[in-house]
């Protein structure tokens, strides 16, 4: 087994669930000290039964903290520095999708609510982690921007509108930072099975979802969803020191589907 993460701080936000919980176990599988952070307590509880399953000796910190409240991202920053000292890698996960619909009809404090969360909880964690990083002088950093992030999707103003957002924060950030030895890139995931997806499809067909999600991978060059862990793997790679020199990049992981837009 792999130890890259040995004697490693990993903060991840939206650990409770999807590709944020994914991430943490592969992390602790690997060696990492974990600070979860979730705005769902039970959630992070979950998680942390899991990761225990596959880490026995992991030290996890709990969180719960709303990514979209300032003041709760430099509590979370800080409370994982009392605890652990420092901050070898940052997970900037958390992520809402909203309420599909037309730009017309998307509503305004609907897209409020979507930018909160997505791009503005991205920009407090980079804010009050490279704080922490410069000081340092070392660190890695993944933002989750998606597909949406980079090619249009249809229905989704808030979620496209933040995630564009936040990949021009990870360019932004990485070319200012580099010179620190910070990496920071975001990952830009197509359709992964996760709960956010479910929710997405039963929006289009509640009765019918799996169905409906069968006709959306269709046009998928490999015909499937992601699976949560496969995003693991790469945001492992990505925190780990082997990635080091990807910097303000975008790595897309959707079978090929960005392509095809
Ligand atoms: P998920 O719903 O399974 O998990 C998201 C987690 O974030 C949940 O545990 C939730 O409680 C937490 N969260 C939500 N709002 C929060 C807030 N304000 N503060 C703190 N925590 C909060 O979703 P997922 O699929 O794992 O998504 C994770 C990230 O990946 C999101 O940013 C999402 O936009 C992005 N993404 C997902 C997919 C996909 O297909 N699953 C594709 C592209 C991008």
């Known amino acids: 087994m792999s130890n890259r993460f040995d004697g490693k701080v990993i903060v991840i936000t939206g ?12 992390v ?12 769902n307590p039970a959630s992070l509880e979950e998680t942390k039964s899991k990761v225990l399953k ?5 030290e996890v910190l709990l969180i719960t903290a709303n990514v979209a409240d300032e003041k709760s991202v430099e509590n979370y920053v800080n409370e994982t520095v009392e605890k652990f000292g420092k901050i ?49 002088g070392f660190g890695s950093i993944v933002n989750t921007a998606s597909v949406g992030g980079i090619r249009g999707v249809g229905n989704q103003s808030g979620y496209s509108a933040s995630k564009h957002g ?22 830009a995931p197509g359709a992964i099975m996760t709960p956010m997806v479910e929710g997405s499809l039963k929006q289009m067909d509640p009765d019918n979802w799996e169905e409906v999600g069968k006709q959306f991978v269709e046009p998928n060059p490999m015909k499937r969803f992601g699976k949560p862990e496969e995003v693991g793997y790469l945001v492992a790679f990505l925190l780990s020191d082997q990635a080091n020199f990807i910097n303000a990049a975008v790595i897309p992981i959707d079978g090929g589907q960005s392509y095809k837009y």
């Open 88 to 136: 070898d890698g940052f997970f900037n996960n958390a992520g809402i999708e909203g309420k599909q619909n037309l730009t017309e009809d998307f509503g305004t404090d609907e897209f409020q609510k979507v930018v909160s969360v997505n791009l503005n909880g991205v920009f407090y964690g980079l804010k009050h982690v490279l704080k922490v990083m410069r000081e340092q």
């Open 54 to 58: 596959v880490a026995p000796n992991a």
């Open 166 to 187: 936040v990949v021009g924060l990870t360019r932004n950030s990485g070319i200012e930072y580099g010179q620190y030895g910070i990496s920071i890139k975001a990952i």
């Open 15 to 26: 650990a409770g669930s999807g590709l944020g919980q994914a991430s943490a176990l592969q």
């Open 28 to 39: 602790a599988k690997e060696g990492a000290k974990l600070s979860l952070v979730d705005l």
